[in-house]
């Protein structure tokens, strides 16, 4: 947990460090979160969608709504909480899988969509043997109102979410087939469901 708490206070200094470093001429970006209170007091568990549904999870996207803080605002980057199992051994240097980010506007329409090799990302590249920051860079997508952020682990890396007591207001499950979210009540023993807040961190200006 010692190393989870520093890797997190660490993105927060990148993030904050890159805005800092940024042009003179640029607006401070800015930060939004899909939670609340401090990160480093709250108790995260590892999630992904392959795990939980099988050959359908590839098509199911952890999806968080966000509010634009102005009109046009231009998201540039996401970063999440995850953890692809590498525990420091050979055995568990992860293979190469795909994983995908999706920006849709508040009908669900598609406004960006990123794929890539989970590797760039990975635990492993950093040498981070528990979950870690994962940060996609995009380029600036402008978004008004309220939108979406859909990410397809695709069963590469496990996403962190916080537990909560009563459905959460701003995380979903999106499944791409049906282009529909549902709650993020994740089925568990007994056939009892767990509802879960996706932890997400967006930076734009």
Known sequence: MVLIMAALCLAALTLGGMAAAADAQATQNQLINSYTGNLTEKQLAPVDMVSLFGRI??????AVKFKAPKAGWKLNQVQLIGWDGYNGTAATVPQERIIALEVRDKNLNLLYKFADSQLPYSNYARNATEMYPLTIEIPSIPVSDDFYVCFYDRGAVSI???????????SFLYIEAGNELVPSNLIIADNQTLPVNWIMTLSGN
């Open 57 to 62: 999870g590839f098509f199911v996207a952890e």
């Open 160 to 170: 962190a979410c916080e537990k909560l007591n009563q459905t959460s207001e701003n």
